[in-house]
């Protein structure tokens, strides 16, 4: 073979291949776009950009990594027999398969990547998908009729709508992982897509080999219809029954919001002079302020679930179970319009915190091949060779995967709030919850935030869980353990600075949203509650993040209530308030009475005295005891706040006692100083334990190096 021969056909494979890949990741991209509209999955386009310029990267790439495979094999075997596309297309239907098959087995079924078991299946796998590509590319070759390209769409595009439609079933259908309805819930799946393929394969023999465009739009239009039916089918619009219209005029509007991850200490209006919050300092100046609002948990799920309940003990597992009675169920069977807009992707639809709305505009879960993504060498290379920068590709790869509910920010999340409350028909009042993550981490705050808070400083700090050395993602513990020993003083106030950043950023969208209300002369009738779900800790106590403890840092947040016809507008109580205190206060506030039990009582008498009555105020930690947790406190731990005291119990044995009244951060544990807590809060806390149903949780076997060094502290006997 001639050298300008070789070269030709070496361009040819590695363009083609690029091309060819590329195309598919598209198409699989586009089915994921339609999918998850028909089935309405929030999904802002700001998020389909980046997915489509990803895959269509990442497809080109890879694509031309397999054109130089396919051509190097064609140099060593000198089989030249067929064109290179088929072959490039075969492959990729082939990686394809076994994306589909290999990530579900091994996230569920399998007990770890290098585990023999898991070795073996993922090597049958894979003989099972390069068998299959070799098909593909046969049959392909044979049934093309010179509309290899077309048909290489339509394949692609019914395996994009069989992932996004199977994922959906799982998550949002079925709630559950046995293997038989995962099994039926992948084959009825792939029956819809089936069929959509072989549609399309029809249209195309119709046409023939002519009126491109057309073949495209029928064959596209009958997969819409189908995805679409599929939604409508799935769709379970959950009626207001309960009381009429009429009776339920007149009720005011209740608007909800959670700032994801804010502390109350960053706010003007809880004394922060570094004006992050102008909007919501105006709020409070026509609001009550509570001063010590204490969150129920230090991360999302027990946070929001005892919240919405009221109840302590809807915070022991990660999914919300139906027996609850939550804020929304109760507004619903009022007559209310319920509508939930979350940017916290863990409080989807999968984790029963749906309940009740009958509207839910969640974080996506189907785009996880950008998860998938990160994890690819390439991206490691293309930011060390200085290809993209590691913001950037952390902004792509990364924050867009789940952080940040697919990178949903606070001003589609404000879009979508008002585009619901204003298409609404009737004249039933509103329930909308708001969950904003743009305070959570990545802290990224966006302009003019970034560079009026903290204009030097580095944009890679604020992925505080993103390793740039790897070029990966790190889980919060890892941080804990290996970064956070280097962060100097300096850098932690540069990632305050960010942390900042993005709660001034969320202050204007969330102000934005009041403006509309107000506009439309709702404002007043409308009880607004802006609080947060937990905050967060900034290397207090040797930690970072939150899910850690049961800190000062982590649960003292902001609760900020408006309701001028049944609340002083301006007053401010100081005394410790807790979130399960929310449902009671905004039911009594509309006058809607309810048979469900709650724990928490209603503070509309405080705000009316300005006074908390000081009861005692109770938080917990559960957390799985198999994992482990370097450097955070151990097990599970149960608090206590009661009289200006402080009391946290430790499964694992470091135990903490703190006096607020001068210690008001509790950073100075008085326990063993103190010779243990004092018995009314040792008495009061077991009485609610027992009451929660928390006795199950004993002091774990310590093993005999941590005894010894927590004998020596004189924590334990
Ligand atoms: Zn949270």
């Not at 109840?311 to 319920?338: C, H, Q």
Request: glycine letters at 8%; hydrophobic letters at 45%.
């Amino acid at each position: 073979m001639k050298n300008n021969s070789i070269g030709k056909d070496l361009l040819e494979c590695a363009l083609l291949g690029a091309l060819s890949w590329a195309l598919g990741m598209v198409a699989f991209s586009f089915a994921e776009i339609l999918t998850n509209s028909f089935l309405d999955l929030y999904q802002p386009w700001s998020v389909w950009r980046v997915v489509l310029l990803t895959y269509a990267i990442m497809g080109s790439i890879l694509g031309l990594g397999a054109g130089l495979g396919i051509w190097f094999l064609r140099l060593l075997t000198g089989w030249r027999a067929t064109s290179a596309v088929p072959l490039l297309m075969g492959a990729f239907l082939g990686v394809f398969l076994l994306m589909v098959i290999g990530v579900p087995l091994n996230d569920r079924y399998l007990p770890g990547f290098f585990d023999p078991i898991s070795l073996a299946t993922n090597a049958a796998a894979i003989a099972v998908c390069a068998a299959l590509a070799l098909g593909g590319f046969v049959h392909l070759r044979s049934r093309a009729n010179g509309m290899l390209w077309l048909f290489f769409v339509n394949l692609t595009l019914s395996f994009g709508y069989f992932l996004s439609l199977s994922r959906y079933f799982d998550m949002y259908v079925l709630q559950t992982e046995p293997v038989l309805e995962s099994v039926l819930s992948f084959g009825g799946a792939a029956l819809v897509c089936f069929a959509i393929w072989r549609c399309g394969i029809r249209v195309l023999a119709i046409f023939g080999g002519e009126r491109l465009l057309a073949k495209f739009a029928v064959s596209g239009l009958i997969g819409i219809a189908l995805i679409w039916s599929v939604g409508l089918y799935l769709e379970r619009e959950v009626q207001p029954h309960g009381k009429a219209a009429s009776a339920t005029a007149g009720k005011p509007n209740l608007l909800w919001i959670i700032m994801d991850t804010t502390r109350a200490d960053h706010l003007g209006t809880y004394g922060y002079e570094k004006g992050t919050s102008p909007r919501l300092d105006e709020l409070a100046t026509s609001s009550v302020v509570f001063e010590k609002a204490i969150s129920q948990a230090s991360w999302t799920m027990p946070s929001h679930f005892q919240m919405v309940t009221s109840r302590f003990d809807s915070g022991k597992e990660n999914a919300l179970p139906d027996d609850y009675e939550t804020v929304a169920e109760i507004l619903r069977d009022e007559g209310y319009d319920t509508a939930s807009v979350l940017g916290n992707y863990s409080l989807g639809r999968r984790s029963g915190f749906d309940q009740g709305f009958a509207d839910v505009m969640d974080g996506p879960v189907n785009i996880f091949y950008l998860k998938f993504f990160d994890k690819l060498p390439i991206v490691k290379w293309l930011v060390h060779s200085g290809l993209i920068a590691p913001d950037t590709a952390v902004r792509w790869f990364h924050r867009h995967t789940f952080l940040e509910g697919v990178g949903a920010r606070g001003e589609d999340l404000t879009d979508r709030s008002i585009e619901w409350i204003n298409s609404r028909d009737g004249d039933r009042p509103f329930f909308l919850f708001l969950n904003y993550m743009d305070v959570h981490d990545a802290f990224d705050p966006p302009e003019p935030y970034r560079t009026q808070f903290a204009p030097h400083v580095d944009p890679m700090l604020g992925f505080v869980r993103f390793d740039p050395v790897e070029g990966e993602a790190i889980d919060s513990n890892t941080f804990v353990r290996d970064v956070l020993p280097t962060m100097q003083q300096e850098d932690w106030d540069e990632l305050v600075a960010l942390y900042d950043g993005e709660i001034a950023y969320l202050d204007e969208h969330i102000g934005r949203l009041l403006d509309d209300l107000k506009e439309q002369g709702m404002l007043d009738n409308t009880i607004v509650v802006v609080t947060s779900d937990h905050g967060e800790l900034f290397g207090e106590h040797d930690l970072a993040y939150h899910f850690k403890a049961l800190s000062e840092e982590e649960t003292h947040v902001p609760l900020i209530i408006r309701y001028p016809a049944g609340m002083p507008p301006g007053a401010r109580v100081p005394g410790a308030v807790e979130l399960n205190d929310i449902l009671p206060t905004v039911l009594e506030l509309a006058s809607i009475e309810t048979q469900a039990p709650m724990d928490g009582s209603s503070l509309v008498a405080a705000a009316l005295s300005g006074n908390a009555d000081e009861g005692p105020v109770f938080t917990y930690l559960l957390r799985d005891p198999r994992a482990k947790f370097p450097h955070t406190q151990a097990g599970h731990l149960l608090g206590i706040r009661q009289d200006g005291q402080k009391y946290v119990w430790s499964s694992g044995g470091e135990h903490e006692f703190y006096v607020l009244a001068n210690d008001p951060k509790a950073h100075e544990n008085l326990y063993i100083q103190q010779g243990g807590a004092p018995p009314e809060l040792e008495e009061a806390l077991a009485r609610w334990r027992d009451s929660v149903g928390l006795n199950e949780i004993s002091q774990e076997e310590l093993d005999p190096v941590t005894r010894d060094r927590l004998r020596a502290l004189g924590y334990i006997d």
